[in-house]
Nanobody
Framework: QVQLVESGGGLVQAGGSLRLSCAAS????????MGWFRQAPGKEREFVAR????????YYTDSVKGRFTISRDNAKNTVYLQMNSLKPEDTAVYYC??????????????WGQGTQVTVSS
């Protein structure tokens, strides 16, 4: 069982920045990657970014490329999502998850409780 705890959400003006953190209680060989997803009101949960615990591979959805950066600190079992140039359409509850590295949420076994990000115009 892996427990994930997100932090760092909040209210920010458009153009601002936030950094989300996701602390994992451990790692699972079945779940070599960590992903960030988000869900806006009335919309389906969507993939944002993912990173593997080993290697340098990262992957982003098109709408956040060049603005968001996913990174990790293996010593702390923590994954980060640096979000710059935020837009009102980035407003959502952001979740971190442990999975196989796919962009499909069904491929992620463990989920955090979510953290709210609100971007005002």
């Amino acid at each position: 069982q892996v427990q994930l705890v997100e932090s760092g959400g909040g209210l920010v003006q458009a153009g601002g920045s936030l950094r989300l953190s996701c602390a994992a209680s451990g790692r699972s060989s079945r779940n070599p990657a960590m992903g960030w997803f988000r869900q806006a009101p009335g919309k389906e949960r969507e993939f944002v970014a993912r990173i593997y615990w080993s290697g340098i591979s990262t992957y982003y959805t098109d709408s956040v490329k060049g603005r968001f950066t996913i990174s990790r600190d293996n010593a702390k079992n923590t994954v980060y999502l640096q979000m710059n140039s935020l837009k009102p359409e980035d407003t959502a509850v952001y979740y971190c998850a442990a999975g196989d590295g796919s962009s499909r949420s069904s491929r992620y076994e463990y989920w955090g409780q979510g953290t709210q990000v609100t971007v005002s115009s």
